[in-house]
């Protein structure tokens, strides 16, 4: 069978010209002495130096992003407060004991003093970061586990409590004579009562119970809630109750600040006679059971 000789001529042609076009070319840099040319490459490159100086660059980034602020270093000076005060009042002496009625000063709210802050309210607003961290997570936490009816209602038994447990206290220390069988204590609170018992054994001399205390020079107000003898030693006592035992003061958070301020506050005020000394003997101690805890803090807290 034959084929047109035009068509096979054009087959031919194809097959020649991909011959052609797969062929090589010579490159004009394959005579180069390549040895020779890196040898002057690294010869330019090691005699080359840059213009641009760690002065230059510095100025030339003020253009760009404006001049550099360089942070002040840290004091080394500790700081001090403005209202510098000293906790111990010299108008004031330690005055004996002299046995009469408790001191029960309440606090009254008017239009002279409605602006000075209370203790607890300074407290409050001046709270580090990390506790006021953790105070909301576990109020979080305790909204998602009971709900919001719930968690005011714990709130509100856990008040109710602590106002049981302070009337409890209070009665032991007004009782003329005192005896286990008179006392009748709620059932709410009777692991407190016995957390403390042995305590309650070693205050003597009750001066106040539940008492208002004014700082005149600091403008702040407190209610102390028992100023009295503790192992001969006078003392403001501030009752606390817990769920959780809290063996050291670290556990205690801001309570031993707030007993100094009551002392500051108990010293400046012209209701009491007497004032409340500083100790250099630190003699603090925490009581607690398997449910609870009483809190007994005096003089020696107010340097912690």
Same mark, same amino acid.
């Given at each position: 069978?034959?084929?047109?000789?035009?068509?096979?001529?054009?087959?031919?042609?194809?097959?020649?010209?991909?011959?052609?076009?797969?062929?090589?070319?010579?490159?004009?840099?394959?005579?180069?002495?390549?040895?020779?040319?890196?040898?002057?490459?690294?010869?330019?490159?090691?005699?080359? $130096?840059?213009? #641009?100086?760690?002065? !230059?660059? %510095? *100025?030339?980034? @003020?253009?760009?992003?404006?001049?550099?602020?360089?942070?002040?270093?840290?004091?080394?000076?500790?700081?001090?407060?403005?209202?510098?005060?000293?906790?111990?009042?010299?108008?004031?002496?330690?005055?004996?004991?002299?046995?009469?009625?408790?001191?029960?000063?309440?606090?009254?709210?008017?239009?002279?003093?409605?602006?000075?802050?209370?203790?607890?309210?300074?407290?409050?607003?001046?709270?580090?970061?990390?506790?006021?961290?953790?105070?909301?997570?576990?109020?979080?936490?305790?909204?998602?586990?009971?709900?919001?009816?719930?968690?005011?209602?714990?709130?509100?038994?856990?008040?109710?409590?602590?106002?049981?447990?302070?009337?409890?206290?209070?009665? $032991?220390?007004? #009782?003329?004579?005192? !005896?286990? %069988? *008179?006392?009748? @204590?709620?059932?709410?609170?009777?692991?407190?009562?016995?957390?403390?018992?042995?305590?309650?054994?070693?205050?003597?001399?009750?001066?106040?119970?539940?008492?208002?205390?004014?700082?005149?020079?600091?403008?702040?107000?407190?209610?102390?809630?028992?100023?009295?003898?503790?192992?001969?030693?006078?003392?403001?006592?501030?009752?606390?109750?817990?769920?959780?035992?809290?063996?050291?003061?670290?556990?205690?958070?801001?309570?031993?600040?707030?007993?100094?301020?009551?002392?500051?506050?108990?010293?400046?005020?012209?209701?009491?006679?007497?004032?409340?000394?500083?100790?250099?003997?630190?003699?603090?101690?925490?009581?607690?059971?398997?449910?609870?805890?009483?809190?007994?803090?005096?003089?020696?807290? !107010?340097?912690?």
């Amino acid at each position: 069978m034959g084929f047109p000789s035009g068509q096979f001529s054009r087959v031919d042609n194809i097959s020649t010209s991909c011959q052609w076009r797969a062929r090589k070319k010579n490159s004009q840099y394959s005579t180069v002495d390549t040895e020779r040319y890196s040898s002057l490459v690294r010869e330019v490159l090691s005699s080359k $130096t840059s213009s #641009q100086t760690p002065e !230059s660059i %510095e *100025d030339e980034d @003020c253009q760009l992003y404006g001049p550099i602020v360089r942070s002040r270093p840290p004091s080394q000076q500790p700081k001090v407060p403005k209202n510098l005060h000293p906790l111990l009042n010299d108008a004031k002496g330690q005055s004996e004991y002299v046995p009469g009625p408790l001191a029960r000063i309440t606090l009254k709210r008017d239009s002279n003093n409605t602006h000075i802050p209370s203790v607890t309210r300074i407290l409050q607003k001046t709270m580090p970061p990390d506790q006021a961290f953790y105070l909301e997570r576990w109020k979080r936490r305790m909204i998602a586990e009971l709900g919001e009816e719930g968690f005011r209602e714990y709130s509100s038994n856990l008040f109710r409590q602590g106002k049981l447990f302070h009337a409890a206290i209070e009665d $032991t220390f007004i #009782q003329e004579t005192p !005896s286990k %069988e *008179d006392q009748e @204590c709620p059932a709410e609170v009777s692991g407190y009562i016995e957390s403390v018992s042995d305590v309650l054994s070693d205050i003597t001399g009750v001066r106040a119970i539940e008492s208002a205390v004014h700082h005149s020079a600091l403008q702040y107000l407190g209610i102390v809630d028992c100023v009295a003898q503790y192992r001969g030693s006078l003392c403001v006592i501030d009752w606390k109750t817990s769920e959780k035992p809290k063996p050291f003061l670290r556990h205690t958070y801001d309570n031993p600040l707030q007993v100094a301020a009551y002392i500051g506050a108990l010293n400046s005020d012209h209701n009491y006679n007497y004032q409340v000394n500083i100790t250099m003997t630190p003699d603090i101690e925490c009581f607690h059971d398997t449910s609870s805890i009483g809190h007994i803090g005096g003089t020696e807290l !107010s340097k912690q």
